[in-house]
T-cell receptor, first 113, second 111 residues
Framework: GEDVEQSLFLSVREGDSSVINCTYT??????LYWYKQEPGAGLQLLTY?????DMKQDQRLTVLLNKKDKHLSLRIADTQTGDSAIYFCAESRLADSWGKLQFGAGTQVVVTP | KAGVTQTPRYLIKTRGQQVTLSCSPI?????VSWYQQTPGQGLQFLFEYFSETQRNKGNFPGRFSGRQFSNSRSEMNVSTLELGDSALYLC??????????FGQGTRLTVV
């Protein structure tokens, strides 16, 4: 099983906000990432946050990090049909090299009109 | 600026054969990592190369190997293919420890 956990499915109406949650277990995490994967495609880096930050905002995306609870969330404002995809939370750990990320199982987001 | 390029995009092989997958990182990136993605196991780290040296390795059998060339291009090889090796193989390149960019992947089917 993964050390990074995510809920598997989220349904949201177009125009509403989506919130995708993630929990991790390693307190030595340095960076936490959100990736998006559309069918048949690779992973697209959406945003990342350094572990000593609480929040990061990037256009429609807001990342919140609660380091005490090891909880990470991604909020997508004004969700569009093009946001339908699988979203992966990932962490890099102090003990590991740059390129080794631990991924969650992914949250499938379905946006309905 | 070109992204991470993986070739081929699709591949069908027979059990027992071997396969080589290629990854060209973003220009200037020296770190290349490989991941296996399957419906059952999700995304699993295979290995990472930096300046032609393997810097980290995941928990995969010795049939999985890789290398990196002086131009940072990387290849991974799987020998004696098994049905369970069918997966999407993803390559990522990184300039620093903040952002890893992924390619479109190679879909390997073992029959």
């Amino acid at each position: 099983g993964e050390d990074v956990e995510q809920s598997l499915f989220l349904s949201v109406r177009e125009g509403d906000s989506s919130v995708i949650n993630c929990t991790y277990t390693d307190s030595s995490s340095t960076y936490l990432y959100w990736y998006k994967q559309e069918p048949g495609a690779g992973l697209q880096l959406l945003t990342y946050i350094f572990s000593n930050m609480d929040m990061k905002q990037d256009q429609r995306l807001t990342v919140l990090l609660n380091k005490k609870d090891k909880h990470l969330s991604l909020r997508i404002a004004d969700t569009q049909t093009g946001d339908s995809a699988i979203y992966f939370c990932a962490e890099s750990r102090l003990a590991d090299s740059w390129g080794k990320l631990q991924f969650g199982a992914g949250t499938q987001v379905v946006v309905t009109p | 600026k070109a992204g991470v390029t993986q070739t081929p995009r699709y591949l069908i092989k027979t059990r027992g054969q071997q396969v080589t997958l290629s990854c060209s990182p973003i220009s200037g990136h020296r770190s290349v990592s490989w991941y296996q993605q399957t419906p059952g196991q999700g995304l699993q780290f295979l290995f990472e190369y930096f300046s032609e040296t393997q810097r980290n390795k995941g928990n995969f059998p010795g049939r999985f190997s890789g290398r990196q060339f002086s131009n940072s291009r990387s290849e991974m090889n799987v020998s004696t293919l098994e049905l369970g090796d069918s997966a999407l193989y993803l390559c990522a390149s990184a300039l620093s420890d903040t952002e890893a960019f992924f390619g479109q992947g190679t879909r390997l089917t073992v029959v």
